[in-house]
């Protein structure tokens, strides 16, 4: 079997980590605003044996960068498994599902459904915000392609795609009680993996899983408690006040104001690696999503710290050795 054939017909890794009670480990990798692919490589050198499966954000903050799709085929060829962000914001449902058949053939078998950040905070306000459908539907449609092999018009289409379908859960945003049936729709929908808001407020986590667990979703969907390293005090101090439905407590904010300048990047890193080790004790949380904005080169040490390390083996092994073998990737 050739590279190309093994990387179409590969399952996908975190679907396997999770449904076999394994504790996954995804990281985050935002393309660069040009056409550099050393950036890339750099960020997959950091990421690679060190998360089962690495996110590539989809013109994140609606500012226009590379796409998430290429960049999550040159991962697939570097034996890095993506999970490709689709946003709503961006495109109608015929380029959605285009991109996703494309994204399919190229081996990317996780998607995470988003609506988008509205244009109005990036870097073209002007932009027009398509949302020809909501996030809901969009993991519908993703469902509808890959377990019942139709478009969202109805139509068949052969082979169909295979997916492991995400979704994102925000349960710091108001009204708090309402978010865990928020969740349940999109669990209804078809999504199978949720990566969460970043988690500051463990209290306040807990107190939601303890209502996901009430309504049996955490029988139904793997969740991954998303969490984060401070790189300053500053960078706290904007997450707790500017930044849309983020709870940083400000015991946090002080703890890292109160830190020596020069020692601020390794207080928010042990910071991170205690939220870790509480939200593992949360029942109902299946893993955790690492979100080092523009800082890769801390994952490796908070998964290090964090006790995650050495992740179990990839079941593609062999065909990431096949990969690499032929000269696929910079690795």
Same mark, same amino acid.
């Given at each position: 079997?050739?590279?190309?054939?093994?990387?179409? +017909?590969?399952?996908?890794?975190?679907?396997?980590?999770?449904?076999?009670?394994?504790? &996954?480990?995804?990281?985050?990798?935002?393309?660069?605003?040009?056409?550099?692919?050393?950036?890339?490589?750099?960020?997959?050198?950091?990421?690679?044996?060190?998360?089962?499966?690495?996110?590539?954000?989809?013109?994140?903050?609606?500012?226009?960068?590379?796409?998430?799709?290429?960049?999550?085929?040159?991962?697939?060829?570097?034996?890095?498994?993506?999970?490709?962000?689709?946003?709503?914001?961006?495109?109608?449902?015929?380029?959605?599902?285009?991109?996703?058949?494309?994204?399919?053939?190229?081996?990317?078998?996780?998607?995470?459904?988003?609506?988008?950040?509205?244009?109005?905070?990036?870097?073209?306000?002007?932009?027009?915000?398509?949302?020809?459908? +909501?996030?809901?539907?969009?993991?519908?449609?993703?469902?509808?392609?890959?377990?019942?092999?139709?478009?969202?018009?109805?139509?068949?289409?052969?082979?169909?795609?295979?997916?492991?379908?995400?979704? &994102?859960?925000?349960?710091?945003?108001?009204?708090?009680?309402?978010?865990?049936?928020?969740?349940?729709?999109?669990? &209804?929908?078809?999504?199978?993996?949720?990566?969460?808001?970043?988690?500051?407020?463990?209290?306040?986590?807990?107190?939601?899983?303890?209502?996901?667990?009430?309504?049996?979703?955490?029988?139904?969907?793997?969740?991954?408690?998303?969490?984060?390293?401070?790189?300053?005090?500053?960078?706290?101090?904007?997450?707790?006040?500017?930044?849309?439905?983020? +709870?940083?407590?400000?015991?946090?904010?002080?703890?890292?104001?109160?830190?020596?300048?020069?020692?601020?990047?390794?207080?928010?890193?042990?910071?991170?690696?205690?939220?870790?080790?509480?939200?593992?004790?949360?029942?109902?949380?299946?893993?955790?999503?690492?979100?080092?904005?523009?800082?890769?080169?801390?994952?490796?040490?908070?998964?290090?710290? &964090?006790?995650?390390?050495?992740?179990?083996?990839?079941?593609?092994?062999?065909?990431?050795?096949?990969?690499?073998?032929?000269?696929?990737?910079?690795?």
């Amino acid at each position: 079997m050739g590279s190309d054939s093994g990387k179409v +017909d590969q399952p996908s890794h975190l679907a396997e980590m999770l449904s076999a009670g394994q504790f &996954a480990v995804a990281a985050e990798l935002s393309p660069p605003r040009g056409v550099n692919l050393e950036a890339i490589s750099r960020d997959v050198k950091s990421l690679k044996g060190y998360a089962d499966a690495v996110n590539v954000t989809d013109n994140q903050a609606a500012s226009v960068r590379m796409a998430s799709i290429p960049v999550s085929a040159l991962l697939v060829s570097y034996g890095v498994e993506p999970v490709a962000q689709m946003t709503c914001r961006d495109r109608n449902r015929l380029a959605i599902q285009a991109d996703l058949l494309g994204a399919s053939a190229q081996g990317i078998r996780n998607i995470l459904c988003l609506s988008g950040d509205h244009g109005r905070w990036g870097d073209h306000p002007a932009a027009k915000n398509v949302n020809d459908i +909501d996030s809901t539907h969009l993991i519908r449609l993703v469902r509808n392609m890959a377990d019942h092999g139709c478009l969202d018009n109805g139509r068949q289409i052969s082979p169909a795609p295979r997916f492991f379908i995400g979704a &994102a859960a925000n349960p710091f945003a108001p009204p708090h009680e309402y978010r865990p049936y928020r969740l349940a729709k999109k669990v &209804a929908a078809g999504a199978r993996f949720v990566q969460t808001q970043l988690i500051y407020n463990v209290d306040r986590f807990r107190s939601y899983m303890s209502q996901v667990r009430e309504l049996g979703l955490h029988e139904k969907v793997y969740i991954m408690a998303g969490v984060g390293p401070f790189k300053s005090d500053r960078q706290a101090s904007y997450m707790a006040t500017k930044v849309a439905g983020m +709870d940083v407590p400000q015991t946090l904010v002080d703890r890292m104001a109160k830190t020596p300048k020069a020692a601020q990047p390794e207080e928010g890193i042990r910071i991170c690696c205690e939220i870790i080790q509480q939200v593992r004790e949360i029942p109902g949380v299946a893993g955790v999503h690492i979100m080092a904005v523009h800082w890769a080169e801390s994952v490796p040490e908070i998964v290090t710290r &964090a006790g995650l390390h050495p992740r179990p083996p990839s079941a593609h092994a062999a065909v990431d050795s096949t990969l690499q073998a032929g000269g696929s990737g910079p690795l």
